[in-house]
């Protein structure tokens, strides 16, 4: 790996090399500020997502009463109509012009109807039942999730525009997780019921209706300080460049595009296979937690909150790996240590080898969560960090800047495989009979034991067994750090001479 003083002779090479003053300024430090209020913006992400991918589905089924199936099914159609729809916004995207520049627009438009749709989902009248219930909470659903991508594609394209400096890349998006980790402690721990945490809280439908109203106030306040925090970084940003043709034709010919990318398409793949995986584990954790590990509501909480702030832990880690290892190879590490984490716990209880004392197994579980967590976002941040540099080189293959065409079709691959692991999730529980009248039993119903082992082999081993798979997947991403000083040179000089990509691109 080049010596720092290696990297400051490159980077002063290439700044030399061009005149753009976006370019020029792009290869420049960014300050803790300017970070600071980028990585607010993930807050929507993680306050929307954590909502929904861990009380959701338990509101749906234990308290409003909707069978596992059609709660599944309900989030497969809202993810798969929104990943169809992503690369529509992408395209929009990097084909606006505007004095706001061509993503801030989007994230002004879309604060308002998120944070609705967001308490609505959670604001569900109690006398919806059946069919009825199922056409509200998905309609419901669709704006939530389309809304979220309008705000969440432009966003997630600015931090991949605003720094080409390889290692600055890494730093953005730890940056990000920093503060996913931060709203999605506080939505699971509000949501949890907080203090007043107790086995009745997750039962009572009041309560998800002031959660709901408490995170859309909250995530208004977030995208105006994201959206604005940021409008002074829009001369950073790259301008569109718009290409012939209408914008059906643009979009068959960029997606054509994108899936020639060698770099993409082992991403796609490996996002697609970890997704189906976590969407079955993560929709089920508080039925596990609750029912097949038998936890007492505090240590319940305790478990999902360590977990969602690991990557506090995870962060440093990350961020010595960056200095010294590629990013591929501290990215599939970190998701075979997550992988092991997730597996062990539920096969050694179902096998007895575990003791039946909630104390002794709330520690183990605590822990776990937290290495299991660090591992994630150790993983996360290589992964993603791959992903801005991956949009580089498409810009070298095709000469187009053409981030969030190319974030949306990673972003069809995680919405529409947590679609389909959700429904996976959803038929699960319908299939080992957990029943659908689980809050009127009580806060300690009894179930049969082939139930019980049933949820703890779906929530767990068969979820770690899949996502073990696309670690390796991404041993088909080949970009490495001298390949992308290679091509940043590249790009630099092109520019400089006005010349085109060439004409044998991949």
Same mark, same amino acid.
């Given at each position: 790996?080049?010596?720092?003083?290696?990297?400051?002779?490159?980077?002063?090479?290439?700044?030399?090399?061009?005149?753009?003053?976006?370019?020029?300024?792009?290869?420049?430090?960014?300050?803790?500020?300017?970070?600071?209020?980028?990585?607010?913006?993930?807050?929507?992400?993680?306050?929307?997502?954590?909502?929904?991918?861990?009380?959701?589905?338990?509101?749906?089924?234990?308290?409003?009463?909707?069978?596992?199936?059609?709660?599944?099914?309900?989030?497969?159609?809202?993810?798969?109509?929104?990943?169809?729809?992503?690369?529509?916004?992408?395209?929009?995207?990097?084909?606006?012009?505007?004095?706001?520049?061509?993503?801030?627009p989007y994230l002004l438009l879309s604060i308002i109807p998120l944070a609705l749709s967001f308490a609505l989902v959670f604001s569900i009248p109690s006398g919806f039942t059946g069919p009825r219930l199922f056409l509200y909470a998905t309609s419901l659903m669709l704006v939530l999730r389309v809304?979220?991508?309008?705000?969440?594609?432009?966003?997630?394209?600015?931090?991949?525009?605003?720094?080409?400096?390889?290692?600055?890349?890494?730093?953005?998006?730890?940056?990000?997780?920093?503060?996913?980790?931060?709203?999605?402690?506080?939505?699971?721990?509000?949501?949890?019921?907080?203090?007043?945490?107790?086995?009745?809280?997750?039962?009572?439908?009041?309560?998800?209706?002031?959660?709901?109203?408490?995170?859309?106030?909250?995530?208004?306040?977030?995208?105006?300080?994201?959206?604005?925090?940021?409008?002074?970084?829009?001369?950073?940003?790259?301008?569109?460049?718009?290409?012939?043709?209408?914008?059906?034709?643009?979009?068959?010919?960029?997606?054509?595009?994108?899936?020639?990318?060698?770099?993409?398409?082992?991403?796609?793949?490996?996002?697609?296979?970890?997704?189906?995986?976590?969407?079955?584990?993560?929709?089920?954790?508080?039925?596990?937690?609750?029912?097949?590990?038998?936890?007492? &509501?505090?240590?319940?909480?305790?478990?999902?909150?360590?977990?969602?702030?690991?990557?506090?832990?995870?962060?440093?880690? &990350?961020?010595?790996?960056?200095?010294?290892?590629?990013?591929?190879?501290?990215?599939?590490?970190?998701?075979?240590?997550?992988?092991?984490?997730?597996?062990?716990?539920?096969?050694?209880?179902?096998?007895?080898?575990?003791?039946?004392?909630?104390?002794?197994?709330?520690?183990?579980?605590?822990?776990?969560?937290?290495?299991?967590?660090?591992?994630?976002?150790?993983?996360?941040?290589?992964?993603?960090?791959?992903? &801005?540099?991956?949009?580089?080189?498409?810009?070298?293959?095709?000469?187009?800047?053409?981030?969030?065409?190319?974030?949306?079709?990673?972003?069809?691959?995680?919405?529409?495989?947590?679609?389909?692991?959700?429904?996976?999730?959803?038929?699960?529980?319908?299939?080992?009979?957990?029943?659908?009248?689980?809050?009127?039993?009580?806060?300690?119903?009894?179930?049969?034991?082939?139930?019980?082992?049933?949820?703890?082999?779906?929530?767990?081993?068969?979820?770690?067994?899949?996502?073990?798979?696309?670690?390796?997947?991404?041993?088909?991403?080949?970009?490495?750090?001298?390949?992308?000083?290679?091509?940043?040179?590249?790009?630099?000089?092109?520019?400089?001479?006005?010349?085109?990509?060439?004409?044998?691109?991949?």
């Open positions: 790996m080049a010596s720092t003083e290696e990297s400051v002779s490159e980077s002063a090479s290439l700044l030399m090399n061009t005149t753009d003053p976006g370019e020029i300024a792009r290869r420049s430090k960014l300050s803790l500020a300017t970070k600071s209020l980028y990585g607010v913006g993930e807050m929507t992400q993680g306050i929307v997502t954590t909502g929904l991918t861990y009380l959701a589905f338990f509101y749906l089924t234990a308290v409003c009463g909707m069978s596992g199936t059609r709660a599944g099914l309900l989030t497969f159609i809202a993810l798969l109509v929104d990943s169809i729809a992503d690369p529509l916004i992408g395209l929009l995207s990097d084909n606006t012009r505007t004095r706001l520049g061509r993503r801030h809304c979220l991508s309008l705000f969440y594609l432009p966003y997630l394209a600015i931090g991949a525009e605003i720094s080409d400096d390889y290692h600055e890349r890494s730093s953005i998006v730890s940056f990000r997780l920093f503060f996913w980790s931060i709203s999605a402690f506080a939505c699971l721990y509000v949501g949890l019921g907080g203090l007043n945490a107790n086995s009745a809280t997750l039962l009572h439908r009041s309560n998800y209706a002031r959660f709901g109203w408490l995170g859309a106030a909250s995530l208004i306040v977030i995208g105006i300080v994201a959206t604005f925090g940021t409008m002074r970084q829009i001369p950073r940003l790259h301008q569109a460049r718009r290409r012939p043709g209408t914008p059906i034709a643009q979009l068959i010919r960029e997606l054509r595009e994108v899936f020639r990318n060698k770099s993409f398409v082992a991403l796609f793949t490996t996002a697609l296979i970890y997704f189906v995986a976590q969407g079955t584990a993560a929709v089920l954790a508080l039925d596990a937690n609750r029912y097949f590990w038998d936890l007492p &509501a505090s240590v319940n909480q305790s478990v999902l909150l360590v977990l969602v702030l690991s990557p506090l832990l995870g962060l440093p880690i &990350a961020r010595l790996l960056q200095n010294h290892v590629e990013k591929r190879t501290f990215a599939i590490g970190g998701a075979l240590v997550f992988c092991v984490c997730q597996f062990y716990p539920p096969v050694l209880r179902i096998c007895g080898l575990l003791p039946n004392d909630w104390r002794y197994l709330s520690t183990l579980l605590v822990v776990n969560a937290g290495i299991s967590g660090a591992g994630l976002v150790i993983s996360g941040i290589g992964f993603q960090s791959m992903m &801005a540099d991956a949009a580089d080189q498409h810009e070298y293959l095709f000469g187009a800047r053409r981030e969030a065409v190319f974030l949306s079709g990673l972003t069809f691959s995680v919405k529409s495989a947590s679609g389909l692991g959700s429904l996976i999730a959803g038929i699960a529980l319908d299939a080992i009979h957990f029943p659908v009248d689980i809050a009127s039993r009580g806060a300690h119903p009894h179930l049969p034991i082939s139930t019980v082992h049933g949820l703890g082999w779906v929530s767990g081993p068969l979820p770690a067994a899949i996502t073990a798979m696309s670690a390796l997947t991404m041993l088909g991403y080949k970009l490495n750090k001298e390949k992308y000083q290679a091509i940043k040179q590249a790009l630099s000089e092109r520019k400089r001479l006005g010349a085109s990509p060439p004409a044998d691109a991949p």
